[in-house]
C-alpha cells in the first residue's frame, strides 16, 4: 500500500515515523518549503545567532532512506480523490492508495496587502523562505514595523531588536494578546514589551502602505501616524493551507472537516495538525488547534487509522507554552480572557518582577479548572493531575511546591498563594509540601502510577 502524505511539518513527520513502526508500507511525503524537516519554532533562534539551520533538523538526513520514507520536494496543485491521484506543480502526477493531508497554514492576508510576495521587505515569519528573505535585506533595515501581536508577532518583534533594528509593533487590542491572557497577564507583557524599548502602540493599526520600487517605505496607521520603515512584518493570524482543495470534492469548512479519527469525507483520505478541522471537538477544546503537540498527537493517531488500527484523537486538558521576550509562560486547562459568572481565580503577581500564578476555579464547589503562569515554571503531569482529579483549592494548595520546576536554588512563591488564599476566604492553609523530584516521584506513588 503507498501512503502519501502532503507536508513535512511535525504532524506529517510524525505520522511518517509511526507508519514505518508500525508497517511495511511505502510512505511518500511531498513539501515544497524545504528538504528536510525542522523545527519552526526555531526559526527566530536561527537570526538571532543562537542556532544554526543545521542544528534545527531533529533527525540526520540519513534518517529518510534509513527508514525508506521517500522526500519529494515539490507541491501538490490539485488532488482527485476518485481516481486517487495527485498532480504536482512540476507536472507530474502521483498515485496514492490513502493520502495524509497535513498542510499546515499559511499567513491571513491583510486587505491592505493581499499578496506579499508583490512587495520586497514584506512578509511573514511562518517558513524557512520567510527567514531567508529577511536575512537577504536585514543590513538594509534599520526600522521596522510589525503588524499583529500574538507569539509570531513578539518573536518577530525580537528577532528584529536583536540586530538592533528600530521596531514598531501595531497591535489593534488595547493591551497584548487579551483576546487569551487575563487582564492582568496581558496588561504585564504589555510593560514588559515596552521596556525592551520596543515601539509597542496598543489600539492602533495599519491603514495602509507607500511603496517605492516595489520596495516598502513607509506604513501609516489608522491614528495617522506615517512611520518609514524598510521591512514590514505581517502577524494577523494563520489560515489553513488548502486552497489547492477547491473542486476536490474534500469537505472543507475554515480547514478541512475530520471525524475522531481524523478521516474526512473519503475514507482513505486523512488531515491532520493546522489544517484539520474536528468535527466534534472535546468540550472544552476549539475545532482547529494550531499547536505543535496537538499536531503531534494527531500525527501518532492517524499513523494507526491508516494502517487499519481504528484509533479516537483525544488531545486531553487543554496546554500550552510561550515566550514574551524574558517572561515564560504555561497554561494548563481553562483559564478564559474573561472570566465568566460561574468562574473565579485566585491571582498572586509578584510586586517588582514579572512573575504570577493564576489558578480559575469553579465558584459553587472550588474544584480548580486551570493554572496560568507567567515566569514561574510548573510541571505539566503534576497540574495535570490535579485537573484530572477534580480537585479543590484547598486540596491543590498546600501541595503546590510539587509543580514547581523552577531551578534548585531560584526563590518559590507559592506560600505566598496560599496566603492571599487564606486572606480571601478566611481560611488556614499551610503548604505542607516542598519541591523536588524525589517529593513528586512520592506523590505518584501514592497513586499507583509509579
Known amino acids: 500500500m503507498r501512503i502519501v502524505i502532503i507536508g513535512n511539518g511535525i504532524s506529517g513527520v510524525t505520522a511518517a515515523r509511526h507508519i514505518r513502526k508500525l508497517s511495511d508500507h511505502e510512505i511518500i511525503m ?6 528536510y524537516f525542522f523545527s519552526r519554532t526555531a526559526l527566530m533562534y536561527i537570526y538571532m545567532g543562537h542556532m544554526r539551520k543545521e542544528d534545527t533538523m531533529p533527525y540526520e538526513p540519513y534518517f529518510w532512506k534509513k527508514n525508506r520514507i521517500q522526500l519529494i520536494q515539490d507541491r501538490v496543485t490539485k488532488v482527485d480523490p476518485e481516481k486517487q491521484i495527485l498532480s504536482l506543480k512540476k507536472g507530474e502526477s502521483l498515485a496514492f492508495d490513502k493520502l495524509i493531508l497535513a498542510t499546515g497554514s499559511t499567513p491571513r492576508p491583510h486587505p491592505a496587502i493581499p499578496d506579499m510576495s508583490a512587495v520586497k521587505g514584506v512578509s511573514g515569519m511562518y517558513h524557512i523562505q520567510d527567514l531567508e528573505g529577511l536575512e537577504k535585506i536585514s543590513s538594509e533595515v534599520k526600522r521596522a514595523v510589525v503588524v499583529g501581536g500574538g507569539l509570531i508577532g513578539i518573536e518577530l518583534a525580537e528577532m528584529l531588536h536583536s540586530r538592533g533594528t528600530k521596531v514598531t509593533l501595531l497591535v489593534r487590542e488595547n493591551s497584548y494578546w487579551n483576546m487569551v491572557l487575563p487582564p492582568e497577564e496581558s496588561n504585564m507583557v504589555t510593560e514588559h514589551i515596552k521596556s525592551h524599548h520596543i515601539d509597542l502602540q496598543c489600539s492602533t493599526e495599519m491603514a495602509d502602505f507607500t511603496i517605492e520600487n516595489s520596495q516598502i517605505k513607509q506604513v501609516n496607521t489608522n491614528k495617522g501616524e506615517q512611520i518609514p520603515c524598510q521591512y514590514l512584518g505581517m502577524s494577523i493570524g494563520v489560515i489553513a493551507n488548502i486552497a489547492f482543495l477547491k473542486d476536490s470534492g474534500i469537505e ?3 480547514a478541512i472537516l475530520v471525524n475522531n479519527n481524523l478521516q474526512t469525507n473519503y475514507k482513505n483520505i486523512y488531515a491532520i495538525g493546522d489544517s484539520a478541522q474536528l468535527k466534534t471537538p472535546n468540550p472544552g477544546r476549539r475545532n482547529i488547534e494550531a499547536v505543535w503537540y496537538t499536531g503531534k498527537m494527531m500525527g501518532e493517531v492517524v499513523a494507526h487509522n491508516v494502517i487499519g488500527e481504528s484509533i479516537t484523537y483525544d488531545p486531553g486538558i487543554w496546554f500550552n507554552s510561550a515566550k514574551f521576550m524574558d517572561i515564560e509562560y504555561q497554561v494548563y486547562g481553562t483559564v478564559p480572557a474573561k472570566m465568566p459568572e460561574e468562574f473565579d481565580s485566585l491571582y498572586w503577581q509578584h510586586p517588582t518582577l514579572d512573575k504570577s500564578i493564576r489558578i480559575v476555579y469553579k465558584k459553587e464547589n472550588e474544584e480548580v479548572i486551570g493554572f496560568n503562569l507567567m515566569g514561574i515554571r510548573y510541571r505539566h503531569e503534576v497540574c495535570e493531575r490535579w485537573l484530572k482529579a ?9 501541595r503546590l511546591p510539587l509543580a514547581n520546576f523552577d531551578p534548585e536554588f531560584s526563590k ?8 492571599q488564599y487564606n486572606k480571601k476566604f478566611g481560611k488556614s492553609l499551610q503548604v505542607k509540601e516542598s519541591r523536588g523530584l524525589s517529593n513528586v516521584i512520592n506523590y505518584f506513588k501514592s497513586f499507583g502510577n509509579i
Open 252 to 254: 472543507t469548512d475554515r
Open 412 to 419: 518559590v512563591f507559592e506560600a505566598d498563594l496560599v496566603s
Open 390 to 398: 477534580k480537585n479543590t483549592l484547598s486540596e491543590v494548595l498546600p
Open 30 to 35: 511531498i513539501s515544497e518549503e524545504g528538504e
